[in-house]
């Protein structure tokens, strides 16, 4: 074992311990490491975008001022002393299958910086505008991507319907961005763009296509040129989606229309609760890594009134996918994870032209719901002070954060990848995980 493993297992006084004792912790202390045959999970992430407020969510302070703690009240939850928002009875409900993060914070308190930061676990390089659409680093799908293959010809990142601002690959190349599905799944026409075979185009005339192909690949290319030939990695994204269109499995996989009509209603029939069975539906068929991408959290004005519209059905389509993934025994191997860039000022206020009031950026503090993926439920990690300003316990940071969902990927977050131009980078800095999720 390290020298640090060591110290965290207490094993100061192991002088009087028998060898055996120390085989045994050393056995234990392996079986939490990536790489050994424990079942690597797959992940669902729920990117809230524009910051979500931890004050009327998962962090709400009744005893605080009127202009701190909001219109909102907190309700229980079936676990004894962990409260949640009035406006997410279901969530509260199965409260012992998730836990909730308060106090994974930073110092990046606008959108392109946030977003990234927690995106990838690697900070900016450079000063990052609110608008900036940045990657300095991979993100965490299309390392997932990277380090695992979805079988069936599938791609191993999806994103729902777009891209976040940093979740692409950077320097690890095109071939692990995400494939992004932009169509609605609620419509009845839902169907995914590139993967069937048009209309127009008969399998015969698809595979004499395919044949000719084969025999321009068959062209002599100069040897020199092969290592950074542009055209060889092409034919790797056109094998790719060759392999969408012809295999069965793939196929079945965007089939959602064979969702029981009552389950479709449970998830919601909205385009985020649409999009959260697909990502279940994709889970199961092995794809490790799908972000749902659920825009419109950046809640400058009209909190209140837009949340108690959002929130209920956001609470039924999150505990929908928790609740359907444990009664399928997917939970266990799959992450449910809600977040966003970062929380929300602690006090209220009225910007200059608006009428209605809300919370600006803040990224001192902020909430985390972490399903799955072998993680125990129940469980509130870390605090925040009585006015939610600041995480005053077990504070944790986005690098601790990303490194617990590597780890539980099956990836080593103290990995160092190497740039085209051969530079090291560690793939996260702090590889130290959150130990009440392992």
Same mark, same amino acid.
């Given at each position: 074992m390290q020298r640090r493993t060591y110290l965290q297992l207490g094993l100061a006084g192991l002088a009087g311990g028998s060898f055996t004792d120390l085989l045994a912790l050393r056995q234990a202390s392996a079986a939490n490491q990536p790489g050994t045959d424990k079942p690597k999970s797959n992940c669902i992430l729920i990117w809230m975008d524009g910051g979500p407020t931890h004050l009327e969510t998962f962090d709400l302070k009744p005893e605080a001022p009127i202009e701190i703690r909001g219109e909102f009240r907190p309700i229980d939850t079936n676990v004894p002393g962990m409260q949640i928002c009035e406006y997410m009875p279901k969530l509260a409900k199965i409260a012992d299958k998730y836990?909730?993060?308060r106090s994974v914070c930073h110092n990046q308190a606008n959108h392109g910086a946030g977003n990234h930061y927690m995106m990838t676990g690697a900070p900016p390089r450079i000063p990052v505008g609110c608008g900036a659409f940045v990657s300095f680093h991979p993100s965490l799908g299309s390392v997932a991507a990277y380090e695992r293959q979805a079988p069936h010809g599938l791609p191993g990142y999806f994103s729902m319907p777009s891209m976040s601002r940093s979740g692409g690959p950077n320097f690890l190349g095109a071939k692990y961005a995400p494939f992004v599905v932009a169509n609605d799944p609620n419509q009845e026409s839902f169907r995914v763009r590139d993967v069937e075979l048009p209309r127009e185009l008969t399998q015969d005339r698809f595979q004499s296509r395919r044949d000719l192909r084969k025999l321009v690949d068959r062209l002599p290319r100069?040897?020199?040129?092969?290592? !950074? &030939? +542009?055209?060889?990695?092409? &034919?790797?994204?056109?094998?790719?989606?060759? &392999?969408?269109?012809?295999? +069965?499995?793939?196929?079945?996989?965007? &089939?959602?229309?064979s969702e029981p009509a009552e389950l479709r209603e449970a998830y919601g029939r909205n385009s985020f609760g649409q999009r959260a069975l697909m990502a279940r539906r994709l889970v199961e068929a092995g794809v490790p890594f799908v972000t749902l991408y659920d825009g419109g959290w950046d809640h400058h004005s009209d909190l209140f009134g837009a949340l108690r519209t959002r929130l209920p059905s956001w609470d039924q389509t999150v505990a929908t996918l928790i609740s359907d993934l444990d009664q399928r025994g997917l939970l266990e191997t799959t992450m449910v994870i809600a977040l966003g860039e970062f929380g929300r000022t602690p006090k209220i206020s009225t910007l200059p032209g608006q009428s209605? +009031?809300?919370?600006?950026?803040?990224? !001192?503090?902020?909430?985390?719901?972490?399903?799955?993926?072998? !993680?125990?439920?129940?469980?509130?990690?870390?605090?925040t002070d009585r006015y939610g300003h600041a995480a005053v316990q077990r504070i944790l940071s986005p690098e601790n954060y990303v490194s617990t969902v590597y780890h539980k990927l099956g990836i080593d977050p103290s990995k160092i990848y190497y740039t085209p131009a051969g530079r090291p980078t560690h793939l996260v800095s702090d590889h130290t995980t959150i130990s009440e999720l392992m």
């Open positions: 836990s909730i993060i100069y040897q020199e040129a092969q290592v !950074s &030939d +542009p055209v060889a990695a092409y &034919d790797e994204n056109v094998q790719q989606g060759l &392999d969408l269109v012809l295999t +069965p499995a793939a196929q079945k996989a965007f &089939d959602i229309h209605k +009031p809300g919370r600006d950026h803040w990224a !001192s503090a902020m909430s985390i719901l972490f399903a799955g993926g072998g !993680s125990r439920g129940g469980q509130v990690i870390g605090a």
